[in-house]
């Protein structure tokens, strides 16, 4: 296939914008970009997609996310509202994964599939809970990600907080779908699995050494890290140690690991962490919506952590995180000199790109040779001019998620001219109305009977 008439945005390093251009993709690679008219002469033959003068770019990769948690939108939580994060974690979210079926898992994951190929979204880390349909809830998600054709790393979150059978169930899912991608390579390569756990304060010793012993060679683990101070009080009462001296001590933390939020560590650990050559995901929206804090984003950069940007089940619309982000540590520090653009262009771009290419074993998240053809069309028409130097700020003042018209992974389209290829948005819409009603009737029953 030959992409036409595209002004390309390749974020490599450093990054080039190139005007009429051509792309050319050959299973479901990036073969060769080149000037259109020259392209054109020498692949006369191609199928071609135009993309009419609009910005093509590679998709957006979202580090950390919970498909799991889409039918929270709009739900009316009982009694007085949650003052911190346990109790977010008690009235909202512990009662709301409780009442997921299997198949409000698959609906869920669908529904954030299309908000995500809608708005330029290629890639995405989940993070999964079901208490109540544990086994095979990877298989459903899964499912939902080959149909809809993007790319997506799935793994289950261990916890004691449901007790131990509950706790090995998720250890089983865990290592059963890890072994589950390796042999079948299911979604041509376009799945991946980490080992999942919930988060230092609801898991014990003896779960966590059961995890690390579990967990296949290699793999890495996708788990929450001192997102809430009350994280950390956990685990210094239960262990004496801080959460990363905790993890590190268990051997949670290796270069395939990925460690969400971390907002209330300390030098120490942050030491550890880039020691450790883990990720760690930045997720500000969320961050202030839970009022946990801001984590010290621009010091673990210093200190050479690669740390990457996710949406922690907030929209897909990547460019809105890039925003908050950019934003959230001028207000926290009232220092307008905070967070640039090219610190917000690190995460999101580059660093998101790295975890990307490591998790998926091939390039992805950058428009060159060999590359994963995972690309987006932006129909942005600036009225000031585009270097390949000022576009972090056309991205984070100019660029809408509504501006994606086209959505393509591994050379498939997925959506062209704004309409959906792989997925009936409005099928899928109706049918996770009707399941979602029966998931709030579970979620209110569980919170009249104090079942958190
Ligand atoms: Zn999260």
């Not at 009316?76 to 409780?98: M, R, T």
């Not at 018209?405 to 389209?413: P, Q, R």
Request: charged share 20%; proline share 4%.
């Amino acid at each position: 296939m030959l992409i036409t008439h595209a002004n390309l945005i390749t974020w490599e390093s450093p990054n080039r914008i190139l005007e009429d251009q051509a792309v050319l993709i050959e299973n479901g690679l990036i073969k060769e970009l080149g000037g259109m008219a020259d392209m054109a002469a020498r692949h006369p033959a191609e199928e071609r997609l135009d993309a009419r003068g609009q910005y093509v770019m590679p998709g957006n990769i979202c580090a950390h996310t919970h498909f799991y948690g889409a039918f929270a939108r709009g739900m009316a939580i009982p009694g007085p509202a949650a003052a911190n994060f346990p109790e977010i974690l008690e009235k909202l979210w512990w009662p709301l994964d409780k009442s997921l079926s299997n198949e409000d898992v698959f609906y869920s994951a669908l529904v954030c599939l299309v908000d995500a190929i809608r708005h330029g979204t290629t890639t995405l880390i989940d993070h999964h809970a079901s208490p109540f349909a544990i086994p095979g809830s990877l298989d459903e998600i899964a499912a939902a990600v080959d149909m809809a054709g993007v790319r997506a790393a799935l793994c289950y979150e261990v916890t004691d907080r449901d007790g131990p059978e509950k706790a090995l169930a998720g250890i089983k899912e865990n290592v059963r779908f890890i072994e589950r991608v390796k042999r079948d390579k299911p979604a041509g390569g376009r799945l991946a699995a980490h080992f999942g756990l919930h988060a230092s304060l609801s898991l014990s010793e003896e779960t966590l050494a059961a995890c690390r012993q579990a967990a296949p060679e290699g793999t890495g683990f996708h788990i929450h890290v001192a997102e809430d101070i009350s994280d950390e009080y956990d685990s210094l009462a239960k262990c004496g140690q801080r959460v990363v001296d905790r993890l590190a001590r268990h051997q949670l933390l290796n270069a395939n690991s990925i460690v969400a939020h971390a907002v209330h560590v300390d030098g120490r650990e942050m030491a550890l962490l880039a020691e450790s050559g883990c990720r760690v995901t930045h997720q500000p929206r969320s961050n202030m919506n839970n009022a946990v804090g801001v984590a010290q984003v621009e010091s673990m950069l210093r200190l050479g952590i690669p740390v990457c940007l996710g949406n922690d089940g907030f929209s897909n619309a990547m460019w809105e995180e890039w925003k908050a982000a950019y934003l959230v540590h001028k207000l926290w520090n009232r220092d307008p000199r905070r967070m640039g653009g090219y610190d917000v262009t690190r995460l999101a771009v580059d660093n998101n790109a790295a975890l990307a290419s490591s998790v998926f074993g091939s390039p992805v998240g950058v428009l060159a040779a060999g590359a994963q053809a995972d690309l987006i069309f932006v129909d942005y028409h600036p009225y000031t001019p585009l270097t390949a130097g000022n576009l972090p700020w056309h991205i984070l003042f100019g660029f809408h998620e509504s501006m994606v018209t086209a959505t393509i992974v591994s050379g498939k389209v997925l959506m062209y001219d704004r309409e959906l290829k792989t997925l009936d948005e409005e099928a899928i819409a109706r049918k996770a109305r009707q399941l979602s009603v029966q998931t709030w009737e579970r979620y209110n029953r569980r919170m009249e009977q104090n079942l958190s």
